[in-house]
């Protein structure tokens, strides 16, 4: 019998992505049998289906090149084949061809982000859009978005004891936030009214971010406009407004359910559990999230691409959003398992996130 040397698939030197045509049409049949039944596909149904005639003896020995490449495993002694990691992404980086949404599929994500303008906070207005693309896609629609970005329309500081305060934030939109402040020592409470009146001439209109720098800049040249301990009352609130990281990033889950749907073993509804499990680990999945908002348009994750994921061997496609200064405020996207309908989900995750930026900008 002649040995089958899985180098004789590729060019020299060339990489995976020059396989021949007659080992792409059988891989594509694999990832794509995959895609839509979750189970593994065998030489026999291949050879039904590929366009260029092939006996079952044939397929196998591509099927064997194919698995020497890393492309495809077994899962099962004697079973059909199903893609690797590796070999997803291969598929979509080299062989997928990406799919455009339908004119009604366009106009019901349009009509539900419609309800950005009418929603009465941002963040339930994305959740509306997640809500309608987790059921577009099957899959759990996640954001993650900056409470730094919303728009501040009045300030209100409480005097809880002698050297703390409530700081009460509320935001144009109707979000209220509110932070505890360390005061200085012998602060009156009329440098805490005077403080608040002197905020709420000047940040209106302003997220956090832009209030600050603006105080600060205004506390360096207007120092004379405001005695001591008021001073000090302001550049303690700046100063809490300058950290942030962790807890100035909302995430925002939709969906959880459809990832219950089409499970086909026990080991799927393992996989599930195991992804409830990361999805409840916020922290996580808001740093996998954080590494798109600097991306320009769709990332997708497959499996243990993100370390997060690994173990329920489950993918995200994801893309950062903006405000109408174009500036990125966030990112939405999906988490499924590694069959999600990559195709169809990647273009309606990008339409999603243009038409989001295209509403908070007005």
Same mark, same amino acid.
């Given at each position: 019998?002649? !040995?089958?040397?899985?180098?004789? $698939?590729?060019?020299? &030197?060339?990489?995976?992505? !020059? $396989?021949? *045509? %007659?080992?792409? *049409?059988?891989? %594509? !049949?694999? @990832? *794509?049998?995959?895609?839509?039944?979750? *189970?593994? @596909?065998?030489? %026999? &149904?291949?050879?039904? $289906?590929?366009?260029?005639?092939?006996?079952?003896?044939?397929? %196998?020995? @591509?099927?064997?090149?194919?698995? !020497?490449?890393g492309l495809i495993y077994a899962p099962h002694t004697s079973a059909g084949r199903l893609p690797t990691e590796l070999g997803l992404r291969f598929f979509v980086d080299a062989l997928m061809q990406i799919g455009d949404l339908t004119e009604p599929e366009r106009q019901s994500i349009q009509a539900q982000l419609s309800s950005v303008g009418r929603a009465h906070t941002v963040e339930a207005a994305l959740g509306e859009a997640l809500t309608r693309l987790s059921g577009l896609t099957r899959a759990a629609a996640v954001v993650l978005t900056a409470k730094a970005n919303v728009r501040l329309k009045h300030i209100e500081f409480v005097r809880l004891e002698p050297e703390r305060a409530l700081v009460i934030l509320v935001a144009e939109d109707g979000q209220v936030e509110n932070r505890v402040l360390t005061l200085p020592p012998g602060v009156p409470s009329s440098a805490l009214i005077e403080a608040a009146n002197y905020l709420n001439a000047r940040i209106r209109g302003r997220t956090l971010a832009e209030a600050r720098l603006e105080l600060?800049?205004?506390?360096v040249q207007n120092k004379a406009e405001l005695d001591q301990l008021t001073q000090k009352v302001i550049a303690a609130g700046i100063a809490s407004w300058s950290g942030g990281d962790g807890e100035d990033r909302q995430l925002i889950v939709r969906g959880h359910a459809n990832l219950l749907e089409d499970l086909h073993a026990l080991d799927d509804l393992e996989r599930v559990r195991l992804l409830f499990d990361d999805l409840e680990t916020k922290r996580g999945v808001i740093d996998l999230l954080g590494r798109a908002e600097s991306a320009d348009g769709v990332r997708i994750f497959i499996g243990s691409e993100n370390k997060l994921f690994s173990l329920s061997g489950s993918s995200t496609i994801i893309a950062p959003y903006s405000d109408g200064a174009g500036h990125i405020v966030g990112v939405l996207g999906v988490i499924g398992p590694t069959r999600l309908n990559y195709a169809r989900v990647i273009p309606m995750v990008d339409y999603t996130a243009r038409i989001v930026s295209r509403m908070l900008g007005g």
């Open positions: 019998m002649a !040995q089958h040397d899985p180098i004789g $698939l590729i060019a020299p &030197n060339a990489g995976l992505a !020059q $396989l021949n *045509e %007659r080992s792409r *049409e059988i891989f %594509r !049949q694999i @990832v *794509e049998s995959y895609l839509a039944t979750g *189970e593994p @596909v065998g030489s %026999r &149904n291949i050879s039904r $289906l590929i366009s260029v005639p092939l006996s079952p003896a044939s397929v %196998r020995n @591509v099927m064997a090149d194919l698995e !020497q490449l600060e800049s205004l506390m």
